[in-house]
Each structure stands twice: as C-alpha cells, then as structure tokens.
C-alpha cells in the first residue's frame, strides 16, 4: 500500500477536560490531547472517528 492511499484524521483539542467526567478525559489521553491548541495525526480508522466521536465538544477534526 503506497503512503498516499492511507487516508489521515487530524484532531485538535480546542476545550479543556477539566469539569467533564473522567471517561471523557482518558479519551482525551489516550489521544495524546493534553494541551490545547494540540493538533494530532491518525490513521482514519473507526476506533480513531469513534473516540472523537464521544468528545466532540473538546475535539475538532481538521482537514489534512
């Protein structure tokens, strides 16, 4: 598989977790999201869409 056929997800902390359940910061852990403003990139997988899926009010997905 060549490297332009893997299709990326990015993902940008743009709140805090602070005040929200304990859940919902280990996503945001285990994303490596613990700064805002941080931008990581993942492989576009369902496991990847469905944790950002159950925080989308700390998280945005950016184009990449």
């Given at each position: ?24 910061k280990k996503i945001l ?36």
């Amino acid at each position: 598989m060549s490297p332009e056929s893997k299709k990326t997800i990015s993902i940008k902390q743009v709140r805090s977790g602070i005040g929200f359940p304990e859940p919902q910061k280990k996503i945001l852990r285990a994303l490596g999201l613990q700064k805002l403003g941080r931008v990581r990139t993942f492989p576009d997988t369902p496991s990847v869409r469905g944790m950002a899926a159950k925080i989308p009010h700390l998280v945005e997905i950016v184009k990449s």
